[in-house]
């Protein structure tokens, strides 16, 4: 009876590892579904960003129309930019949906004309009798430039008062780690109208 119960005992011995191993095992596998189900539901949890054509980027043949002011959603006119500046904020529409690419913050565009001899050659490769057209959103944060340096022909924008010179597609000072991206226009009429891609990244760049 002893030799039997020493054996029993022993037996017992023997399978606590495997059994303590079988445990680990289910507690780890139990952990990961865990893991995997609080990612699925805060998955769930994400607003999902529907594509309509109000906030499509900017396509080829849109034309550009006022973001602000009285004239909003109306054609933004050659006649209506100054040499010299100020600039013009403008979203892009559908020529003929007429549909206004305004739900996307980073379509709003900045619009301006300068002197053409004033720019720099790789800008105004872009530019079209005078006139042109870079993202409004600030490379820092994301703020919308706003501000017009009429002394210095710069913007500016409100938030950290990063400085972009059009003229020359380059930050002049403040935080913002690259220049505004620049939208490829040409003139149709008297319509400023997209003839190309943003040639660089949109938005806050940190």
């Not at 596998?29 to 893991?35: E, L, N, Q």
């Not at 709003?108 to 004033?118: D, G, V």
Request: charged content about 20%; overall charge neutral; aromatic content about 4%.
């Amino acid at each position: 009876m002893e030799e039997r119960g020493a054996q029993t005992e022993e037996a017992e011995e023997r399978a606590m590892p495997t059994r303590r191993a079988v445990l680990q095992a289910a507690i780890g596998t139990a952990s990961i579904f865990t893991a995997l189900s609080v990612l699925y539901v805060g998955a769930g949890l994400i607003p999902r960003v529907t594509k309509t054509p109000e906030n499509a980027p900017p396509q080829v043949g849109d034309i550009l129309v006022y973001a602000t002011g009285d004239k909003i959603n109306q054609s933004v006119q050659v006649t209506d930019l100054p040499e010299g500046g100020p600039f013009l904020l403008a979203f892009p529409m559908d020529p003929k949906t007429k549909v206004v690419r305004n739900k996307e913050l980073k379509n709003t565009l900045l619009i301006l004309k300068q002197a053409p001899s004033s720019y720099d050659p790789q800008v105004a490769a872009h530019v079209s009798e005078g006139v042109v057209c870079y993202s409004a959103i600030c490379t820092h944060l994301g703020c919308t430039v706003s501000l017009w340096e009429a002394s210095q022909k710069l913007l500016r924008c409100p938030c950290h008062g990063a400085l972009y010179d059009p003229r020359l597609d380059k930050v002049v000072g403040g935080p913002a780690p690259q220049p505004l991206a620049q939208l490829p226009i040409r003139i149709e009429g008297s319509q400023i109208v997209v003839a190309g891609e943003f040639l660089g990244p949109i938005g806050a760049q940190v």
